[in-house]
């Protein structure tokens, strides 16, 4: 009864976390954020659903659980609250820069650039392990992997363009600054 319970406890915190995160996004877009990476955001959600699923078909008869993984698996859930506390209005499931806006650089963001993809990867292993699951904290922490790989490279390039000065014209692409004595509007042909 309790594995299936911890389960469910998970499913029901995605599922408020996925609700407060759509609150979030709808704020940030109202305010002028951008969308990012919008094309893959589905995938992360099948993923997740895959692997709660994957956890509750694989359950061992009868279920045994290992104590070093849930504490594990307890911790992270920790320090996921503390990077939820820390973006607060800014947390989000999604891409969403807001021009003009600082980077948050409290909280976990003052060690690491991207702590909760790090927890996520974390919870990913340590829950099917919780219930001996081996080939599927390997499977899904494979596939999370190559999403989260794809996901950074996204973020970065956002991060990259709201962190670079706008001190030349929008149709010089960014990054690229015109030669020294030639103007934007020559280099780009116009």
């Known amino acids: 009864m309790l594995p299936y319970l911890i389960i469910a406890a ?4 995605r599922l408020i976390e996925v609700g407060y995160a759509r609150r979030n996004t709808r704020a940030l877009l ?21 692997w709660l699923l994957a956890i509750l078909v694989a359950l ?12 594990i698996f307890i911790l992270l859930q920790a320090a996921r609250l503390w990077v939820i506390a820390s973006l607060g209005p800014y947390w989000t499931t999604r891409i969403i820069t807001l021009p003009g806006e ?6 976990p963001y003052r060690y690491l650039r991207h702590p909760n993809y790090l927890i996520v990867a974390g919870e990913i292993a340590a829950l099917p392990l919780v219930f001996g699951e081996v080939w599927v904290a390997l499977i899904f922490s494979v596939l999370n992997a190559i999403l989260l790989a794809w996901r950074i490279h996204v ?8 962190m670079m000065p706008q001190t030349y014209p ?5 990054g690229r600054l015109p030669p020294q004595g030639q103007k934007a509007e020559e280099r780009n042909g116009c």
């Open 10 to 13: 998970v499913a029901l915190q």
């Open 30 to 50: 109202m305010r002028g954020g951008i969308e990012a990476g919008r094309r893959h955001y589905p995938l992360f959600v099948l993923l997740h659903a895959a």
């Open 60 to 71: 061992p008869e009868p279920p045994v659980i290992h104590a070093a993984p849930l504490v």
């Open 102 to 107: 600082a980077l948050i650089r409290r909280g």
């Open 155 to 162: 973020e970065e390039g956002v991060l990259r363009e709201r």
């Open 170 to 174: 929008p149709s010089v692409p960014s």
